[in-house]
């Protein structure tokens, strides 16, 4: 029976935080955090985007087929894609680990993590930071390799967001608010092959990080920007003490 008990909360585990903060437990609140969102499209079959961000945490169709046969060649590309996908969100699951970022969700082509939800931290910023550098390293090893059907943005903010797990099925624990709006806004306004940054998240990095000034820019819903692209740290950072880092640095 203890064995049987066991299984459940296992499965409870990955859906929601082990030990959320007692804020984000009674309120949702939670004051600080970074939120990354990745975002890739493969689109049949190039293309991949990334986005990735942000700073205070308050703890950012059915498919029907009528017909009977399916041709063999849209299907073993579907199959493709969806194995091409698998191997790169499962990097980024490790990235994750290895960097103390918790996984939000994905949602066909998009990854969304946090960095400070729902355990406080310091350095919110800069663990995203880290991860988002992480990504594209390991994009780029890709593409060297011959892997030419993905390309990707990454797009980071920081700020409050409200934090916690809704309904009665299907339980999943997410985040919501301006803060991750800006993220995605940051993804969706950024370049191919780029970390795009808000100045929120440019001020709380920029002594550990070089960072690539884009000027002002118009985004949409919001007024304009100014904007950074993160190229790299400014010395290496090391992780060897965290756990997960072996994992995350197995094939």
Known sequence: ?????????????????????????????????????ARRRVTHPQNFRDSV???KKRADSPRHEPQLRVDDQLRIDELQLVALLNGIFSRFDLLAERHGVEKIRTIGDNYMCVAGVPRRRADHAQAVARMALGIRAYLDELRAAGEDRIDFRIGMNSGPC???????????????????NTASRMESHGVPGRIHLSDATYELIRDEFECEPRG????KGKAPMRTWFLVGERRPHDESARPG?????AP
């Open 216 to 219: 002002t820019i118009e985004v």
């Open 53 to 55: 961000s942000h700073n």
């Open 162 to 180: 409200v934090a916690g797990v809704i309904g009665l099925r299907k339980l999943v624990f997410d985040i919501w608010g301006d803060s991750v």
């Open 245 to 249: 880092v072996a994992a995350a640095r």
């Open 1 to 37: 029976m203890r064995g049987f008990r066991r299984r459940p909360r296992c499965a409870l585990l990955g859906v929601r935080p082990e030990r959320p903060d007692r804020e984000v437990k009674a309120k949702g609140l939670s004051p600080s955090a970074s939120v990354p969102t």
